[in-house]
């Protein structure tokens, strides 16, 4: 009778978030997604946004603890994909009516990365006409960098907190300038002011994070006005310091799967009218990950357009799914996994988050 009452509230609270994050039946749980996945038809449609993803380059100054191309592994062999790469995907995802792009890296601030950033961007818009839409994943930039980029036509950008409990985030960095969590919070702000779709999102089942921290990380997520999220589980990745000598368990990493699935659904009917991705980790630990994140609200999907010689170096965790595949096998096995769902595929439309256009009025 709770679960009915707390689902169909106007406002939940904190102790509501935290409830609906702790439930484990299955007939529980499945209420909960079914819920989620109403709130998402009415706000968004049964519809699914295809963002194609270019990871261009794995070079890194930063050496956050849990990532498999942090700068201090050695064991990864280093790529930049050549501006005609990335073009030649950017047009394949063009040709294939995928709608926006999503461009992600390791972190760089040098002049040689960023012009090559702004010559990626007058292209894609050249070769589309404008049509494709841009997310940039590219981290942590100056006011003047973000802006420039913005001028060129990237209108989105996803930054993760990765955590909003600023002692959690301390553990996943070492204590320094370039991983200040500070700074993090207000890179968030500056794209905002420059007039980004601001995504943001957090890893789930890190080391030492409770339920409540994860209630908190969907109210930050509101507190900062967030227009978009792009969440997943944490996996560990044997090169790295948090991941060394760690393999999860089934259980461990069910327990994980599960608690990414109710994180969606939990931001999903609190947020309302988000953009949520069902992320590629989510797959990487099960199978149907990314079908089952659908169904619990999310209405994002990635799928990754790297060139193939250069997939397996863009290792963030173990068991990375889809690096054996090529853009179009990816693209149909993507297809027949929405239409499972339900959902349909808005080919070549942006799918922008409505949120931001509501607060614009
Ligand atoms: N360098 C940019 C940044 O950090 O914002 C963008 C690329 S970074 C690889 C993208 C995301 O990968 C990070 O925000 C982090 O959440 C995720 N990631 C890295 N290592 C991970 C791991 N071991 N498990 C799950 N997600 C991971
Ligand atoms: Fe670099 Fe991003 Fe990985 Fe941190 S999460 S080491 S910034 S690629």
């Not at 907190?161 to 702000?189: G, M, Q, T």
């Not at 420059?194 to 089942?205: E, L, R, S």
Request: negative net charge; glycine residues 8%; contains cysteine.
């Amino acid at each position: 009778m709770k679960l009915e009452t707390v689902l169909l509230k106007e406002k939940l609270n904190r102790n509501d978030l935290t409830y609906l994050l702790n439930l484990e039946k299955e007939e529980e749980l499945e209420k909960l997604f079914a819920r989620a996945y109403e709130v998402k038809s009415e706000y968004i449609g049964k519809k699914v946004y295809y963002r194609g993803l270019i990871e261009f380059s794995n070079k890194c100054i930063k050496n956050c603890f849990y990532c498999g191309i942090r700068r201090d592994n050695g064991e990864v062999e280093r790529f930049d994909m050549t501006e005609e790469q990335v073009i030649e995907q950017a047009k394949w995802a063009y040709e294939n009516n995928y709608g926006s792009l999503a461009l992600q890296s390791g972190e760089r601030q040098d002049a040689d990365y960023i012009q090559f950033v702004d010559n990626i961007l007058e292209k894609v818009k050249e070769l589309s006409g404008g049509k494709l839409g841009i997310t940039l994943s590219l981290g942590e930039q100056s006011y003047e960098t973000y802006k420039r980029w913005y001028d060129l036509g990237a209108h989105r950008y996803l930054l993760r907190i990765e955590s909003s409990n600023k002692d959690i985030y301390s553990k996943l960095h070492p204590e320094d300038e370039l991983h200040s969590f500070e700074k993090r919070v207000e890179c968030l702000k500056m794209l905002k002011e420059i007039g980004y779709q601001v995504g943001t999102g957090v890893m789930i089942g890190l080391p030492g994070q409770t339920v409540e921290d994860l209630a908190d990380d969907i109210l930050f997520y509101e507190k900062m006005d967030i227009d978009m999220i792009g969440m997943g589980p944490y996996i560990p990745h044997d090169d790295t310091p948090m991941g060394r000598g760690i393999a999860d368990s089934k259980e461990e990493s069910d327990r994980k799967f599960k608690l990414g699935l109710k994180m969606i659904a939990v931001a999903r009917i609190y947020l309302k009218d988000v953009n949520i991705a069902a992320t590629t980790a989510l797959q990487a630990i099960n199978p149907l990950g990314r079908e089952k994140g659908l169904k619990a609200g999310a209405n994002i999907l990635m799928p990754i357009i790297t060139v193939d010689e250069h997939r397996a170096k863009y290792q963030l965790y173990n068991n990375k799914p889809c690096i054996d595949d090529n853009a179009d096998k990816c693209k149909n096995c993507l297809a027949g996994r929405v239409t499972s769902v339900g959902d349909e595929i808005m080919y070549g439309e942006w799918g922008d988050s409505p949120h931001y256009y509501k607060k614009k009025g």
